[in-house]
């Protein structure tokens, strides 16, 4: 008898946004596992989340995190400056679902995310809380943002020396950032990212 196939990411739950490209997820399952990535973990079935991935210490993340969502199959959405966005770079940020925001408008990065949040039907929206590769302290837009838009707050870890990404279970911000997040930052204690 033949030894079971380790499953190299979840299944997506209907409840969520996914792509539909068989092709681009049979390369990218095969790309993660001949790398020695696999996801664990469930994805909550639930149509709206703020996702919070972290430690972000590397360029590599945004490699191997693309290849786990469209291994995955899910229809993310990230925001990034709208500087950036100018073609061919631009493009390519939102085919990988890169929303343009304007971190010097009037109403606020906040703000426009949760009017994202709130004008989609389904959506998962990926955040990095330390904001950069540098960030040793989190920013709490990402908090703000899930608790102005009511929903939760996805937590996954970015383990780079075991090569895992594991998603832990939601997070319902109660509104007391000071409060909430010595909560959220011992689910990530004593882990190293990619270069760590």
């Known amino acids: ?28 399952r095969t790309l993660l596992r001949a790398g020695g990535w696999r996801v664990e973990g469930e994805f909550p079935p639930l149509a709206k989340q703020v996702c919070i991935v972290a ?10 995190g693309i290849l ?14 709208h500087t950036v966005f100018w073609p061919p770079l631009g493009w390519f940020l939102a085919w990988c679902g ?34 950069t590769r540098k960030g040793v302290q989190w920013k709490s837009g990402f908090y703000r943002i899930a608790y102005d838009a009511r929903v939760p707050i ?8 075991a090569k895992r990404i594991r998603f832990l279970a939601p997070f319902t911000p109660g509104g ?3 409060a909430d997040l010595p909560r959220l930052l011992a689910l990530y204690e004593g882990v190293q990212g990619i270069k760590g």
């Open 98 to 131: 890169g929303i343009p925001v304007n971190r010097s408008a009037p109403q606020g990065l906040v703000a426009q995310a949760v009017d994202i949040i709130e004008r989609s039907p389904r959506i998962f929206l990926v955040v990095t809380p330390q904001g």
């Open 176 to 178: 007391d950032y000071d």
């Open 154 to 161: 996805f937590p996954v870890v970015f383990d780079g020396p």
């Open 55 to 64: 430690p972000h210490t590397s360029n590599w993340d945004f490699i191997v």
């Open 1 to 28: 008898m033949a030894p079971a196939q380790v499953r190299v990411v979840p299944e997506l739950p209907a409840a969520l946004p996914g792509r539909s490209n068989a092709l681009a997820k049979a390369v990218c």
């Open 68 to 81: 786990a969502v469209f291994a995955i199959g899910i229809d993310v959405r990230f925001l990034i400056k």
